[in-house]
Structure formats: structure tokens, C-alpha cells
């Protein structure tokens, strides 16, 4: 793991409201843990801030420069401003560089899996950190975890990463770092109702009911015309007189 060069000042011992002015003149008060011998030191805001967000991990190690005298540091811990996430307190400790410490490395994955390029499957990726212990020199910035032979169903375990000489890992090896999982398959499911609802709209009649729907159609007209020749036969008939026609009998003898 390479250092990072930082600059910082000694500052005094603690007093009210000492930090909350330090922080408006974009300094970030802070403490370095050495052995048996603690210092407050302030570092520039900006660049510290910097010097994080390029990094891969919150493990960072710094060449601390404190008043022309440098030691080697590794950032412990930083306190955040609870709403504005602005850095309100660094924690250092002090290591010698052949001394093993325990850390956080994430994990990298390299390469695309034989079960995603061919088969289809989904890469995932699910152990992001590993806790490690080594020397500050022979400590990686990450863990490089290789996943081009992986087939759909087969996984990268903890005991598989390939560490530099001098570095250990402190998790449990049958831990997965990365693994393939079948593809998922989505099934249409389609209501039987539904299904006889577009079929009755899109679909036309077979050509066997069209057929009988047409000649049940005639029929139905047939009918109605003979009713109609019906009526005129009866009007052909000659119309019968309804008076009854009864004269006056003349009576010869009168």
C-alpha cells in the first residue's frame, strides 16, 4: 500500500470552542495515536477530503509531515457532521512499516464469467470487504478477485483471493466473495376469462356458423313474406256485404 504525503500542524491543547473556530478557517482538528505518545494535530479540509474520495477504501495510509518530522499513519477514524457529512474529527495511528495491522480492503472483481458471456447468468457479487492483516508495505489497495472461470452456479470463496506474501486474511474461507446465478425467467400468466374475452374480439366466426347464420337469417325473411301473401289472398277474395239487405216486401194484395 503506497502513502499518501499530508501536511499538518501541531495545535493546542483543547479549549472551548477552540475546534468549532479551527473548522471555519478549513481546518479539521485531529489526534495522532502513537505509542505512548499522543498528538493534536489540524490538517487542511479540502485536501484530506481529497485524499479519500480518491481512495478505494477508508484504509489509507499517510505520510504524515508534522512540522518537518514524518510518520507513518493510517486513518482510524473520521467523524461526520450528522446532516451535512463534512468531516469534523480525524483519528490517526501511528505504525512502523514492519508492523503487521489489521484492516479493511475491499474486494475487486476482474474479468466476465464464462456463465454470463455464454450461458446467460447473472454475476453477483456479494462479499464487498474483507478484514486482512499484514505490513503496511506488502498490504494491497485492494483485493483483485478473478471471475473468468466462473460457470452458472459456481462461486469465488474467500479462500480462493490470491495475496500478496506477508498478507492474511481474517475471514472465514468458505465465505462466497462472488458467485453466478441462473437467469431469471419470467412467465407470462394470462386469466382464462381474459383469454376467451380477446378471443370472442379478435377472432371471426368459423366458416361453418357464418354459413348457418346466414340461411336461419333467410329463414326468418321467408316467413315474414308469407305472412304478407297471406294477407293478399284474403283481399282477392270478393267482399262480402255487411248489411243485411232486408227490403220492404210489397204486398200485392195492398
Given at each position: 500500500m503506497k502513502a499518501i504525503e499530508l501536511e499538518a500542524q501541531p495545535r493546542e491543547g483543547?479549549?472551548?470552542?477552540?475546534?468549532?473556530?479551527?473548522?471555519?478557517?478549513g481546518r479539521v482538528p485531529g489526534v495522532v495515536y502513537g505509542h505512548g505518545n499522543n498528538r493534536?494535530?489540524?490538517?487542511?479540509?479540502?485536501?484530506f477530503e481529497h485524499i479519500m474520495d480518491n481512495s478505494s477504501s477508508?484504509?489509507?495510509?499517510?505520510?504524515l509531515n508534522l512540522g518537518g518530522e514524518k510518520s507513518l499513519v493510517i486513518v482510524q477514524e473520521v467523524q461526520h457532521h450528522p446532516l451535512g457529512r463534512h468531516t469534523l474529527h480525524i483519528d490517526f495511528r501511528e505504525v512502523k512499516p514492519d508492523q503487521d495491522v489489521i484492516v479493511i480492503l475491499p474486494t475487486l472483481t476482474v474479468g466476465e464469467p464464462i456463465g454470463v458471456k455464454t450461458e446467460g447468468g447473472n454475476l453477483d457479487h456479494v462479499l464487498?470487504?474483507?478484514?486482512?492483516?499484514?505490513?503496511?508495505?506488502?498490504?494491497?489497495?485492494?483485493?483483485?478477485?478473478?471471475v473468468s472461470d466462473l460457470e452458472i452456479g459456481q462461486a469465488f470463496l474467500v479462500r480462493d483471493i490470491v495475496l500478496p506474501e506477508g498478507v492474511e486474511v481474517l475471514a472465514d474461507p468458505t465465505n462466497a466473495v462472488a458467485s453466478v446465478l441462473r437467469p431469471r425467467v419470467i412467465e407470462e400468466v394470462v386469466v382464462e376469462g381474459e383469454e376467451d374475452e380477446e378471443l370472442a374480439e379478435g377472432e371471426e366466426p368459423a366458416e361453418g356458423e357464418a354459413a348457418e347464420g346466414e340461411e336461419g337469417e333467410g329463414k326468418e325473411g321467408e316467413g315474414k313474406g308469407g305472412e304478407g301473401k297471406g294477407g293478399e289472398g284474403k283481399g282477392g277474395e270478393p267482399a262480402k256485404a255487411k248489411g243485411k239487405g232486408k227490403g220492404k216486401e210489397s204486398k200485392g194484395g195492398d
Open positions: 483543547k479549549k472551548r470552542n477552540r475546534a468549532k473556530v479551527l473548522r471555519s478557517t493534536l494535530v489540524d490538517v487542511d479540509n479540502k485536501e477508508d484504509t489509507v495510509l499517510i505520510d464487498h470487504f474483507v478484514k486482512v492483516k499484514g505490513t503496511p508495505s506488502n498490504l494491497p489497495e485492494a483485493l483483485e478477485v478473478d
